[in-house]
């Protein structure tokens, strides 16, 4: 086992003469890296992250390193701060440079060397590596290296609870890069999800050396609220639905690829004392904006938001919800138990089409294949009596938030991760640490 030099031990914060936490003399540093190439989702489940671990009782100083500058948006919890990198962009599943006038490999120095110089600083007790173990275009490889010759940082690789279909996953770890990687650099796996949706280990076929680093954490979501104050999205609320109306939702999450269904969407007749609001996300192309700006001036029940950082409160008063499939909302419309219709993005990756696959399965949402999407299939869907799903945080895991910082103070503290186990009865048992 590496050496390492521990953190000062877990317990309540200090706080000064105003209430406010005080950092103890050594935090836990930790920093947590997203590649960020499309959409919002690796970033926002790096800060929800970073925001559970901050809220616990774990003294932590945070360094968040994000891939895309959107991350500016979100409320950082305390101790937290970040570095954003100049950004990728996939275009027909290759990498290229976002805005500045470079190569991509250009570009991919000097993130790479970016992140090295910030993580040689900072010297993090931890690092959780969001989804790619050697970073977009293994930009990491160096830095991985260096804290590897150092000993003195555990790296945990943080992957969502679906990649890809099994076929293409197990072609891009066939050639032993993957699985090396996680072998060499890793001494953890959390896999953000529960098996009893989906088993990477078993659909990947992953190695018995990288099996034996998995942790499945459940899904990580912040708690339910009822309770709603300063946060982004409520200054908009007036203009969106009055108390007597049914809230109609749609959300396509960063929004480059949610044209068809918000178009789509914004095209449904909806009823007097409905009112439907599409939220676009930062990422869609203009032109399309303004398509659903003109649809929306000649439907007056028709709201179009560009972006909140936080759509809790929009979920919370939303009747039915038309969304895409990625992690991040699914555990927002499962949290709230609300009735949904998943539209899944089928390219460049299945993943969502899959998650919501498993979930239609459980019986937990509605399914609608995007060739299929039509104002008219949506709004025969709007129109179903159909109850929301019930007992959703029986069914399924969603304490990864609770789970976290203990798992984090066990791997620190030298205590091995809890393993995948099967009971006799055939079922995924935890060990605690």
Known sequence: MREQEPPTSSGERETDGNGRRVPRERPLRLALYSHDTMGIGHMRRNVLIARTIASSPLP??????AGAREVCAFELPPETDCLTLPSYHKEAGDYQ???LGVSVDELTSLRSKTIAAALESFAPHVLIVDKLPRGARRELEPVLDLLLARGRTRCILGLRDVLDDPDT???EWG???QADAVCDYFDAVWIYGDPAVYDQVREYEYPAAVAAKVCYTGYVTRPLRTHFSEIDGLDVLPLIASPTERLFLCMVGGGQDGAQLAEAFAQVPFAIGTKGVILTGPHMPSEVRQRLCRLKAANPRLCVLKFVTDPDLLLSLADRVVTMGGYNTICEVLTFQKRALIVPRIKPRREQFIRAQRLQQLGLIDMLHPDD???DALAEWLGRDKQP???VHERID???AAKLPLLLEGLVAGLNCPTRMLSAEGRIQYAAP
């Not at 932590?60 to 390193?65: A, D, G, N, R, W």
């Open 97 to 99: 440079t976002r805005n």
């Open 60 to 65: 932590v100083s945070i360094l968040l390193i």
């Open 175 to 177: 050639d032993g890069a």
């Open 169 to 171: 996953v197990r072609r």
């Open 373 to 375: 999407v039509n104002p």
């Open 389 to 391: 799903p019930t007992r």
């Open 398 to 400: 969603f304490e990864g």
